[in-house]
DNA sequence: CACACTTACGATATTCGTAAGGATT
DNA sequence: AATCCTTACGAATATCGTAAGTGTG
């Protein structure tokens, strides 16, 4: 038989009313037609489940038997169906995200605080990491979202551009390089130069760039905090990308945009190909598109002048 | 939303086989009806459950959410309507019946052994009492049957007659009434007489048959068995019901009709009025009604003529 | 005769299967 | 071209509400 959740409701209504015409009026039915409605369930379970009298309706043993179980039934469809409705209102939920550093720093908390404030139901689990572990994160299924720059990707990730991020000289205000308004590639070869780990995409950047000349390393560090403290120093310049300047906002740091043709920074939105997001994760997924950071004009201008 | 087990049993369907067409068919649905009842679903949760590619399907994380819980789901509502089945099919069950130690001893054992061959999943629970416990423990619902002598009832309680039941004079071989081809009351009257209790319905009929005469009355007692030693030893003479006379089939002593007009105690079927019998219930009354106590004359010449 | 459930019946909605459409490999 | 899901559409089915029927206190 086809038992459905109306049937059920109808027969919890009755067992608890016990009569025809109020049950039909709280199931919004005329009193015929949920009498036919309990016929039909009592034909689907061949039994009777209600006795009939002209005066008085109860329950059988066998509806009896069948109530115990109907309301638990009843009560587990509307739980189910609450939770996806949860789901799909987005009042829960769970994200997993996994982003660049250099955008969980600077630009990624006021977004997931946004998010957050918006959606407070909804988990959100963030891994900090450099751009080949954020992409593994989604490919393996362990991640939903990943903000990273791009590889050249196999088909099994969609990739969609967020923005494009602009690289800048940072040094010490006593630097030489610190005289020009901006700078080009070759501006950097030769002054001693402060490199981040090989494989973060700034480097890799940097290097194809360059190429075939040589850079005059001095250190090569895995945290831009370091980076910031080697050049206020003096130790040596290096190169950023513009979304984390905010670091190098310091009396003694200056930042020059590093002006080429195609040098950029591009920030990926990866998923997985062919599966779609959960809502909670579309929703992310859509504010982070919003809030995307903006292009290079407004934080260089920004920077440059303050302090 | 009217979430329906096919719903719930084409969602799971689909989400095992992965492909409408196969689905389909295991549903046996048309595929475009198939996909019909699957967006039915789909809206009816506000919720994309399923992601079709030109080539695959597969589960959204909202479809791998409700996957968590229609089977449990449907697993149960089968259960459910399993359950229902069985009962209505009497494989399972539990019939509750009251009867007269009379009936209980002589003629039920076959009724009931006959029910439980037929019906070996049903459980059965048998008080063998007086009658008024008998009723007492069907007017309180702890009992589903009673097979009793009934009293003046009241209205909560249903009456049928099931059969009715001549006395019999039991007496020793020697006595002077065992002469007697048969006997009517008055002959009782002086023989030392061994009654059963009060309350029994034996003695209620016998007393009120010979009033205002008075027996002579030498012992009472609560069991038949001790009615038919003491009548083998002699002691006095009794008149049992019909269907006892089993007990006194023995060398020593002889059992005669006892004829009166409306001497017969009546022995119904008595169930709650205006709520039905469950299906075991009424299995077994069916049973009873069919292997009813035989009239009169059968056991008559029977028990006279053996031994 | 008033009440409460069932049956009868025509109107409306739903569901079905066939056939056509669209997208992808 | 073959596969697979969706859309279109007329036919069959189910469900609805109104009205009449039935049985009981």
Not at 10 to 33: D, G, I, M, W, Y
Not at 83 to 106: F, M, Q, T, W, Y
Request: glycine share 6%; proline share 6%.
């Amino acid at each position: 038989m086809n038992l459905s959740s109306r049937h059920l409701r109808a027969f919890v209504v009755l067992s608890e009313l016990r009569n025809f015409t109020k049950a039909s009026e709280k199931c919004h039915l005329s009193q015929p037609a949920f009498s036919a409605l309990i016929q039909q369930l009592e034909s689907g379970v061949n039994a009777r489940l209600f006795h009939r009298d002209t005066r008085n309706v109860q329950l059988t043993p066998e509806g009896q038997l069948f109530a115990e179980s109907a309301e638990r039934l009843l009560r587990d469809m509307d739980n189910v169906l609450e939770n996806i409705s949860d789901h799909v209102e987005r009042r829960k939920g769970r994200v997993a995200l996994a982003a660049l550093p250099s955008l969980c720093a600077g630009w990624l908390p006021g977004v997931l605080g946004e998010f957050r404030a918006r959606y407070p139901g909804i988990d959100i689990s963030l891994t900090d990491t450099l751009s080949d572990q954020c992409i593994d994160i989604v490919r393996s299924g362990k991640g939903d979202l990943a903000l990273a720059s791009s590889p050249p990707h196999q088909g099994d990730l969609s990739t969609q551009l967020l923005c494009s991020d602009g690289f800048h000289l940072v040094c010490h205000k006593d630097h030489p390089l610190a005289l020009q308004k901006s700078i080009s590639p070759k501006d950097l070869v030769r002054h001693p130069f402060i490199h981040m780990s090989r494989s973060s995409s700034v480097r890799q950047h940097l290097e194809a760039l360059l190429h075939p000349l040589q850079m005059n390393t001095v250190l090569e560090v895995a945290q831009l905090a370091t980076v910031m403290g080697m050049v206020e120093g003096n130790v040596g310049i290096s190169v950023v990308p513009a979304l984390t300047l905010f670091h190098f906002e310091r009396p003694n740091i200056v930042t020059r945009p590093l002006i080429a043709p195609g040098l950029k920074r591009e920030i990926y939105i990866i998923t997985r190909a062919g599966e779609s997001l959960s809502v909670a994760a579309q929703a992310l997924m859509d504010l982070v598109i919003q809030r995307r950071p903006q292009e290079p004009r407004a934080p260089r201008r920004r920077t440059s002048r303050q302090r």
